[in-house]
């Protein structure tokens, strides 16, 4: 766990030496999946999560299909599957749904799938992977065209009353915030996101929310006086690209547990799926309660000078969709080893520092310091955040990808 006076410090060249694919993936599930990571961050674009949980679900497919130990998830494909190597059914299924959500990075994509069929002898059980991962892809991407990933973006119209949600600085140069059609995005495995939508903030009179205004008024301030070192790193580490974190962070932890081809592929589509399921269920409640972030309601409460240590993010403040992600990411840990203590090390290229975890919660109690630090959250958009991703979590554990044999895991 990452302790006061005792977070680890590493120089700049291992963070991003752990970006690389080839030092940190053990298997080539995990060096797609930091492919992939790769090609939403270049894209820029929106729903990344999205289209994540859409390639490692159809990696998941794949590599099931050989010999089913698993429930499949969606595509149940045709093409002959005795002998089919899964190593090159996870690259050509990752490659296929890869060139469909991103085909301007073609050339980009089929350099690097070059590189992994080479690895793998030529031989039949390899063009029957290749089949099935092509297939598979191809009927994911079918699946989830129609999904409201692409829909148009709502007009979002600011209120301005107390608690009400207004523009924060910086701000797009659209006027409008972000990710305001995620509501209506299909989720990936949760049958409805109104089921899992938060309580609601705590009321501007109550003493709850007069604690966490204060908490962030003092410790978020970009002049604080009380945050220290080690609390300014932490509001820091969790502020790079989320696609970009997760993607990077999650693609190693897996790698690292040496799990195997299909093992590895089903907890990547798990975290992929709780992460995307989550991020979605989390935006639907930040937009029906469209809650203001604290540097409006510090300014318009208490100080008009006040201005958050770093950037808020243009979208709605309650829940913390870094809380929805990391009570989901923990949970679906803990579930699939069967406990709470998963020791595991997370690396951010904002600060150029490793942080070391004795167990999920740790990173979950961490990120809710750090929004508070930070000064875009309050403490208790965090907590109900995690807790909705928790949630998620299991309802998923419970009905994706089960055993077929109930004795495996």
């Given amino acids: 766990m990452l302790r006061k006076n005792s977070f680890i410090r590493r120089n700049w060249w291992l963070a991003w030496l752990l970006v690389l694919p080839g030092v940190a993936a053990a298997d080539i599930v995990t060096d797609w999946s930091l492919i992939t990571m790769q090609a939403i961050v270049t894209k820029g674009g929106r729903a990344g999560f999205v289209d994540f949980a859409i390639v490692q679900a159809s990696v998941f497919d794949a590599v099931n299909a ?190 690292s547990r040496n799990l195997g081809t299909l093992r590895s592929a089903r907890l990547m589509a798990l975290l992929a799926f709780a992460n995307a399921d989550a991020s979605i269920a989390c935006f639907d409640s930040k937009y029906v309660y469209s809650f203001w972030r604290p540097s409006t309601a510090i300014q318009s409460l208490v100080d008009p000078s006040w201005v958050p240590f770093q950037s808020t993010p243009p979208h709605p403040e309650y829940p913390a969709a870094h809380g929805c992600a990391g009570g989901a990411i923990a949970e679906t840990m803990e579930n699939f080893f069967g406990g709470h203590r998963v020791e595991f090390a997370f690396n951010s290229t904002v600060t150029g520092t490793v942080h070391d975890y004795g167990r999920p919660q740790d990173l979950v109690d961490e990120i809710a310091d750090a929004r508070v630090y930070g000064g875009m959250h309050f403490r208790n958009s965090v907590l109900h955040g995690a807790a909705m991703g928790r949630a998620i979590a299991n309802w998923i554990d419970h009905h994706a990808l089960q055993p077929r044999d109930k004795g495996l895991h």
């Fill in 66 to 255: 050989i010999d089913r130990r698993y429930d499949i998830y969606k595509v149940d494909p045709t093409s002959p599957r005795r002998g089919a190597s899964p190593e090159a059914a996870a690259a050509a299924a990752a490659h296929r749904a890869l060139l469909g959500l991103f085909p301007e990075q073609a050339a980009t994509l089929d350099a690097a799938y070059a590189t992994s069929l080479a690895a793998l002898p030529n031989n039949a059980a390899r063009a029957k992977g290749i089949a099935l991962g092509e297939e598979v892809a191809i009927a994911m991407l079918a699946l989830r065209a129609n999904d409201g990933r692409s829909a148009p973006a709502p007009v979002y119209v600011f209120g301005t009353g107390p608690g009400d949600y207004q523009q924060t600085t910086p701000f797009p140069p659209t006027g409008q915030p972000v990710n305001t059609h995620l509501p209506g995005v299909t989720p990936l495995v949760i049958t409805s996101v109104a089921k899992f939508r938060a309580y609601g903030p705590p009321g501007l009179t109550s003493a709850r929310y007069m604690r966490d205004l204060e908490e962030v008024r003092q410790y978020g301030s970009l002049t604080s006086t009380v945050r220290d070192e080690m609390q300014s790193e932490i509001g820091r580490f969790h502020t790079e690209n989320p696609s970009q974190f997760w993607g990077r962070n999650l693609s190693n932890f897996v790698a």
